[in-house]
């Protein structure tokens, strides 16, 4: 799919100069000693419809049923509290990114693997995550899937509402998509099923947080 780059920022407004960090009482790494795996956050980018959110539920079930501690921020969840006073426009789209990237690093400082579901369409606003996650403990996913499938599916509707102008900005339509160009893994969700894809991506965290003995 042909993209076109667009200026966004991902920038928070300096904090007050009356709050200050707090140490944990218990840390990342006495968490992960416990729990016998690393944390990490996994970011699931692509089209609507393409399957990420059905992606990261079936694959945090795997995960927490394999005794990991996993926990998906899904884009609508995200969007019906933390975010509901952001639109679409691509400045509060890049302000959705960062506060999703900022909840998935209080998620990983308690040793958690972070499973977010999240179109997230500019990919320097992406690229910026990694301001608020190391790079090491940053794992993105692209859920590949043809724009035609993803209208086909349509499974909320929105494709449709949007045709009829009843959705703008809309990505894919309306707005744009920028594909990331070198996800840690590419899951081409046209041609395998959710299952098959969570399986995938299972593999993938347990060789970045399982397979990876914690320091004693």
Request: aromatic share 4%; charged share 25%; proline share 5%.
């Amino acid at each position: 799919m042909e993209t076109t780059h667009r200026t966004t920022t991902l920038e928070a407004s300096p904090p007050s100069i009356n709050v200050v960090r707090q140490r944990l009482a218990v840390t990342r790494e006495q968490r992960e000693f416990r729990n016998d795996h690393r944390g990490a956050v996994v970011w699931l980018t692509g089209l609507p419809g393409s399957g990420k959110s059905t992606i990261a539920r079936v694959t945090e079930r795997i995960l927490h049923d394999l005794g990991l501690q996993a926990v998906t921020l899904d884009g609508d969840n995200i969007r019906l509290g933390l975010c509901s006073d952001l639109g679409f426009s691509d400045a509060d789209r890049s302000e959705n990114v960062r506060r999703a990237a900022e909840t998935a690093k209080l998620f990983l400082d308690q040793g958690n693997v972070v499973i977010v579901a999240l179109v997230s369409p500019a990919r320097r606003a992406r690229e910026k995550v990694m301001q608020v996650i190391p790079a090491k403990d940053f794992l993105e996913v692209y859920c590949c899937c043809p724009l035609s499938v993803c209208e086909e599916r349509d499974p909320k509707g929105h494709y449709a509402r949007a045709k009829r102008g009843e959705i703008p900005n809309f990505t894919g339509l309306s707005a744009f998509y920028e594909e990331p160009l070198e996800p840690a893994l590419l899951l081409s969700t046209d041609r395998e099923s959710a299952g098959e894809s969570a399986c995938r991506l299972t593999e993938l965290v347990l060789k970045q947080c399982k397979a990876i003995a914690v320091q004693r």
